[in-house]
């Protein structure tokens, strides 16, 4: 499975962006997807996932409310729209997938993605 994110940018705090996380390869809908990010000097850190029908999505405590994941299998992208936006949501977004399925303890796991996205990049300023 090959992985592009797309739709970074600058944007100002309160601001919107939305990522699309486009799949191609073997079965791509097959796979639960998550987002991560990672902030300048900081590990990358558990966004959002959304399995494999779109039927549960999780969150990070600090985007919920804030970021909504989505996804439309039949264009095989997954998308992350991003309101509210604030300066420490400045990070290079990555989309993952690994699994077909992930458990609620599972799906902010670094470690169980085993393909992911080259990144792009989103800064906000205050």
């Known amino acids: 499975v090959q992985l592009q994110a797309c739709g970074g940018g600058l944007a100002q705090a309160g601001g919107s962006l939305r990522l699309s996380c486009q799949a191609s390869?073997?079965?791509?809908?097959?796979?639960?997807v998550g987002w991560f990010r990672q902030g300048p000097g900081k590990e990358r850190e558990f966004v959002a996932h959304?399995?494999?029908?779109?039927?549960?999505?999780y969150y990070a405590d600090s985007v919920k409310g804030r970021f909504t994941i989505s996804r439309d299998n039949a264009k095989n992208t997954v998308y992350l729209q991003m309101n509210s936006l604030k300066p420490e949501d400045t990070a290079v977004y990555y989309c993952?997938?690994?699994?077909?399925?992930?458990?609620?303890?599972?799906?902010?796991?670094?470690?169980?993605?085993?393909?992911w996205g080259q990144g792009t990049l989103v800064t906000v300023s205050s």
């Open positions: 993952a997938a690994g699994r077909k399925y992930y458990t609620d303890y599972e799906v902010s796991s670094v470690r169980l993605y085993d393909y």
């Open positions: 390869g073997r079965a791509p809908t097959k796979y639960g």
């Open positions: 959304i399995s494999r029908i779109g039927g549960s999505t």
